[in-house]
């Protein structure tokens, strides 16, 4: 089945530091990926996503490119802030038809210090 | 505007206690999942549902039973717990079955089986 793989935490930066975390995926064909937040104590909130091959998701300062060739969709932000401390969660869309699962990767926790 | 309502947050259960976990959502959102998610594990979709009265297994059904008899709520039961059920439950919510337009999580029950 498909699968996303992300790089291990905790990601420790210091504010205005540059952050990347890295998302790899297998799957059948060229699904939609995501990127999703959980803040402590609350839920995921999709971050960004992208849809298809070369496509760049960006919010909040995030950035994350679909890269069919690497098959990897990291994540960056130039300048990180105390608020940006969080788990990090990588996905992909499952399937064409129906019901479309999401499948998720491990999730990244990053810690920035001021 | 509450969107995805979770009950309880924090429950603790001793093997073999039965109980449910609420998820009541005011979106009209015909799509509806329930993921678990545990260390090293990211999130894993447990049931899910097309809309009242239809309801289909994901990846990991066991010992978990669901019904969806209304729009608004899809209550997830454990029969008889067990300490593998350890972990932090999540509802979520989609207008599309399509994941790609993403999906309302609510804020998750920490669940204890001792």
């Known amino acids: 089945g498909d699968s996303v793989t992300q790089m291990e935490g905790p990601v420790t930066l210091s504010e205005e530091a540059f952050l990347t975390i890295n998302c790899t995926y297998t799957?059948?064909?060229?699904?939609?990926l995501f990127w999703y937040v959980q803040y402590p104590g609350e839920g995921l909130q999709l971050l960004l996503k992208?849809?298809?091959?070369?496509d760049k998701g960006s919010n909040k300062g995030f950035e994350a490119t679909y890269r069919k060739e690497t098959t990897s969709f990291h994540l960056e932000k130039g300048s990180v802030q105390v608020s940006d401390s969080a788990v990090y969660f990588c996905?992909?869309?499952?399937?064409?038809?129906?019901?479309?699962?999401?499948?998720f990767g491990t999730g990244t926790r990053l810690l920035v210090s001021p | 505007n509450a969107g995805v309502t979770q009950t309880p947050k924090f429950q603790v259960l001793k093997t073999g206690q039965s109980m449910t976990l609420q998820c009541a959502q005011d979106m009209n959102h015909e799509y509806m999942s329930w993921y678990r998610q545990d260390p090293g594990m990211g999130l894993r979709l447990i049931h899910y549902s097309v809309g009242a009265g239809i309801t289909d297994q994901g990846e990991v059904p066991n010992g978990y039973n669901v019904s969806r008899s209304t729009t608004e709520d899809f209550p997830l039961r454990l029969l008889s717990a067990a300490p593998s059920q350890t972990s932090v439950y999540f509802c979520a919510t989609s207008l599309f079955p399509d994941s790609a337009y993403g999906y309302t999580f609510g804020s998750g029950t920490r669940l204890t089986v001792v």
């Open positions: 799957a059948t064909g060229y699904p939609s």
């Open positions: 996905a992909l869309r499952e399937g064409n038809t129906g019901f479309q699962k999401l499948v």
């Open positions: 992208a849809t298809k091959a070369d």
